[in-house]
């Protein structure tokens, strides 16, 4: 079993879709093993995204992700890091496959509604700073 974080962006929690994505999530077998609704201030938003720091969208992207509340996740299964993204599909929506959460609710590449961890390390490190039990 594998564990990934998830993150229901700004975008998706103003229009509501808070409740039809995590039922995406459960009928493709994940277990949402711990939530929370956060408002990140900018600060954390930039901590969250450090991997980034050094890309021109970063200022865009914190303030963005700090814009409004966020549902974020432990989401459970096997091989969850890489299912989940498949689900997510491309960051950009406009590239995103057919089916896709992404393709389905993401606006534009800032707008995508939703993150997942894309790697283990990444994994590990981005559950332990929303959930640090
Ligand atoms: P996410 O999976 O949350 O990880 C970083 C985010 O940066 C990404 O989704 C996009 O929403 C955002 N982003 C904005 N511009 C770009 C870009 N040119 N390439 C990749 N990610 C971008």
Avoid at 62 to 82: D, H
Wanted: with cysteine; net charge neutral.
């Amino acid at each position: 079993m594998e564990e990934t974080l998830s993150i229901i962006k700004p975008d998706a929690m103003e229009r509501n879709l808070e409740d039809e994505i995590k039922k995406i999530f459960i009928k493709n077998n994940f277990e949402i093993v711990k939530e929370k609704k956060v408002k990140l201030d900018k600060k954390e938003a930039e901590q969250f995204y450090k991997v980034h720091e050094t890309k021109p969208f970063y200022d865009d992207l914190c303030n963005y992700l700090s814009s409004g509340p966020v549902l974020v996740m432990v989401l459970k299964k096997e091989n969850a890091i890489a299912d989940n993204r498949k689900i997510m599909g491309s960051t950009n929506p406009q590239d995103a496959d057919q089916g896709t959460i992404r393709k389905q609710f993401g606006i534009s590449i800032d707008k995508n509604s939703v993150h997942g961890s894309d790697s283990k390390e990444n994994a590990q490190k981005e559950i332990s700073f929303f959930f640090k039990d």
